[in-house]
């Protein structure tokens, strides 16, 4: 055996081992067939033809590689953003399972969430007695101040009614009667986790607000919406709003939980917002939405308890953040700091001395609506071309916001944008209009290899590389670490093309 206690040697090297180089060649012989190379190659070359492109793109009622994840990993996204609260997922372990991973994998800290454990019986008679025991034991063991509860697939499509499971469990002594637990239906089947996050914090919102009469005083409350860079983000807001000395609230900020520090406890809970806050949320003057299309429900329902609701599409580069502060100066009728002026003239500056490289670069992203707006406007501003824009999550009304941006700039001529299509929708128009940059999540490594285009790491899921989620990229200074993160990748891909000996390194230089 190549491996044993006295030598460990990791996957990446142990695979190439004699005895492993055998068991993959007779996998192939035995269990794939044996189809011949030379047929693979044909077909592969094949699927980056054009021709190819307009049957990918003909396909209905088939989504292959989606970017986007399903409603109740969003709907744990929105409860972990609230104090002491557990969130309580009706539905099977499984799923459960990948939420706690998929977030433990991307903040690399530990994300508690339990489930009702539904199995076959459950899917057959309803799931009434899981959440009769789960609601009895998650309050039970891990004592939080608040269960928020959401669904997955199975208790959607067998049609178990929360309203009335959480009202039996309270009557059965579960939980005490007047024991919050704010719920929302999160159908995985439809929409995407942004979908899920929205119900969910709209669920907060009313389990808290409905019968409480407003009382209107001059406080703004901020939502981020689902958000990859939370842990980055919220600080970075927070920085901001304390320049201008406004009196804020921030509704739903997983930030902190997501980011405990290595001191020999473990916090099960840390930061949020309270309750008390969201009681007092309801009084506030206006609410600024950070993420539009990750909020829809949610900045509706505000708007109809009577608070001037302001929605933002990722505040990124120089304009997207002179918005984002020019909303607050009004909101809060205070003016923009001068610390933050001169942060702004930062910015302009780094542009300014890297403009030349990043000036007709062209850029192929995808994810999640609200991000895709906010990084299409700022590559505009940078004089680049966001040639292929894509979101599986984007609707009709995400792609008319998207064109009005490629129509008021030179640069948006050519940029064309792509609801509702998935990853290998980017796969053909990565073959048949090439582009210098690719900007998405970690599953862009994928295209990253087939497509041989680099990938800027932005947005969520990012599981290969470590450590991005602690970084803003709102305001002047988060945009300032995009950039830097864009032309980090230009440079490695023009030293990667500029490094053979004597034949193209006349241009690898010291000096970019
Ligand atoms: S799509 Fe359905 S089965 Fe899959 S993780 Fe989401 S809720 Fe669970």
């Known amino acids: 055996m190549s491996q044993n206690a006295e030598k460990i040697i990791d996957h990446e090297m142990l695979f190439r081992e004699p005895e492993y180089v055998e068991m993959f060649d007779n996998k192939k012989k035995n269990f794939e ?57 009706h539905g099977s372990q499984g799923c459960v399972a990948y939420y706690r991973s998929h977030f433990s994998r991307h903040f690399k800290e530990p994300t508690s969430c339990v489930s009702s454990s539904m199995t076959e019986d459950a899917a057959v008679f309803g799931g009434l007695n899981n959440m009769i025991d ?19 697939c199975m208790a959607e499509v067998i049609g178990d009614d929360l309203g009335s499971f959480i009202r039996t469990s309270k009557q059965k002594g579960s939980v005490p009667e007047e024991y919050d637990v704010p719920f929302a239906h999160t159908p995985a089947f439809v929409g995407s986790h942004i979908t899920g996050y929205d119900n969910a914090l709209k669920g907060v919102l009313s389990h808290f607000w409905e019968g409480q009469e407003r009382k209107p005083n001059e406080s703004i409350n901020f939502i981020g919406g689902f958000d990859g860079n939370v842990v980055g983000n919220m600080p970075e807001i927070r920085r901001i709003l304390n320049q201008f000395d406004a009196k804020y609230t921030v509704v739903c900020d997983p930030s902190e939980v997501w980011n405990t520090p290595t001191d020999g406890e473990f916090r ?27 909020t829809e429900k949610t900045t509706k329902y ?25 909303e607050i100066a009004r909101l809060t009728g205070k003016p923009i700091p001068e610390s933050l002026e001169k942060e702004r003239g930062r910015l302009m500056d780094a542009i300014a001395d890297s403009s030349s490289h990043i000036h007709g670069k062209k850029f192929a992203l995808y994810g999640d609506p609200d991000l895709m707006l906010g990084m299409t406007a700022f590559l505009l501003e940078l004089g680049a ?65 087939d497509c ?52 193209t390194d006349y241009s690898y230089d010291i000096i970019r």
């Open 33 to 89: 067939f044996g189809f011949p190379i030379s047929k693979m190659e044909e077909i592969r070359d094949w699927t980056k033809t054009k021709e190819y492109q307009d049957l990918n793109f003909a396909r209905e009622g088939l989504t292959v590689n989606p970017a986007k994840a399903c409603q109740p990993l969003g709907a744990v996204f929105a409860a972990v953003g609230f104090a002491k609260t557990l969130p309580f997922v």
């Open 452 to 503: 041989d285009v680099p990938l800027i790491r932005m947005g969520f899921p990012i599981f290969d590389r470590h450590h991005h989620h602690r970084f803003p990229i709102w305001g002047y200074e988060g945009s300032m670490r995009v950039l830097v993160a864009i032309l980090d990748e230009i440079f490695e891909a023009l030293d990667a093309n500029t490094i053979d000996t004597a034949k």
């Open 134 to 152: 789960g609601l009895s034991n998650a309050y039970n063991i891990y004592k939080p101040d608040m269960i928020a509860v959401s669904t997955t």
């Open 302 to 326: 505000i708007a109809e308890k009577g608070q001037e609701v302001v929605s933002l599409y990722h505040p990124m580069g120089v304009a997207g953040t002179d918005n984002l502060l020019m």
């Open 268 to 294: 099960m809970y840390d930061g949020g917002t309270t309750k008390d806050e969201v009681k007092q949320a309801l009084n506030a003057k206006a609410t600024l939405s950070f993420q539009g299309f990750s």
């Open 385 to 449: 071309e966001p040639v292929h824009v894509l979101s599986t999550n984007g609707d009709k009304d995400w792609a008319e916001k998207v064109q009005a941006l490629f129509d008021a700039s030179p640069f948006g001529k050519g940029c064309h944008v792509y609801p509702k299509k998935d990853l290998w929708h980017m796969r053909s128009l990565l073959f048949t209009e090439p582009v210098d940059l690719l900007i998405g999540n970690t599953y862009g490594k994928y295209l990253e290899r």
